[in-house]
């Protein structure tokens, strides 16, 4: 669909009760088990923990490394503002998005989501919603590299990813 | 004005980024993404389909008919593919 990442969605009104989400953009490999022990340390109010990790594929032994470029500073901005959202509409404990840049190998981790409420709707929908909208906004670009040596391309957009981001402007919040 | 290019629109073009001097009559990023079109083949093959070509104004997103008036910063890209 034209243009569709720049429908804007709403911003959040400022609640004192939102979460502070963590956002980071890096080169280093992510450790998954430590972003998600970060959301738990030293509490006993967390019920529920939803952890996605997206991982490179090595599309059936025909990729060697997928190359992610992005827009320094913009791509934490934006991750930031859709992670600000998700603060608002769930009563979450805690948001950590952490995306990879740089050469990504098959089996690597190339993006973690973590959210942490009293109760599970609120993490299952809050991660599902990040995801949804940092396929859509979060400026990110994957290239491919062929094990085969030859010269890959980049990697199309998907109309499947912008049909999920746009559902979450007609479910109704749970959590 | 600073634009910034990435993906293929950045290999499309040959350039990272570059500095222009856009005249009056180009008033919204629009206008731009036609008027950068002119600027070389290598331009006019990144942007030959303005309608795919996604724009953030001083790192937020854009839509073509949102004015570039005192905008320090616009970045011409495709769509994006992370997560």
């Not at chain 2, 795919?52 to 008919?65: K, N, S, T």
Request: charged share 25%; hydrophobic share 45%.
């Amino acid at each position: 669909m034209a243009n569709s990442p720049s429908r804007t969605v709403p911003t959040p009104m400022a609640d004192p009760a939102a979460v502070e989400p963590s956002v980071r953009v890096g080169t280093d490999p992510i450790d998954v088990a430590a972003e998600t022990d970060a959301l738990t340390a030293g509490r006993t109010d967390v019920g529920a923990v939803v952890a996605f990790t997206g991982l490179c594929r090595d599309e059936a032994g025909r990729l060697a490394v997928l190359e992610l470029e992005h827009y320094p500073g913009m791509a934490e901005a934006e991750i930031g503002r859709i992670a600000a959202q998700a603060a608002a509409r769930w009563p979450l404990l805690g948001l950590r998005v952490v995306h990879r840049s740089g050469p990504i190998r098959p089996g690597e981790v190339i993006v973690l989501v973590a959210a942490a409420s009293a109760h599970r709707a609120a993490a299952f929908e809050a991660a599902s919603f990040l995801m949804d909208f940092l396929k859509t906004r979060a400026p990110f670009w994957k290239k491919e590299h062929l094990a085969d040596g030859s010269e890959g391309s980049w990697v199309e957009a998907r109309d499947a990813d912008d049909a999920a981001a746009e559902k979450w402007a007609h479910l109704r919040t749970e959590g | 004005m600073r634009v910034v290019y990435f993906a293929w629109v950045r290999e499309r073009v040959g350039l990272e980024e570059e500095d222009v001097e856009v005249p009056a009559e180009v008033k919204t990023a629009g206008d731009l993404v036609s008027w950068l079109r002119e600027r070389s083949p290598g331009h006019a093959f990144a942007l030959e389909e303005p309608d795919i070509i996604r724009i953030a104004v001083d790192r937020v997103h854009a839509q073509p008919d949102q004015p570039i008036a005192g905008a320090r910063e616009v970045a011409l890209f495709p769509p994006m593919t992370g997560g």
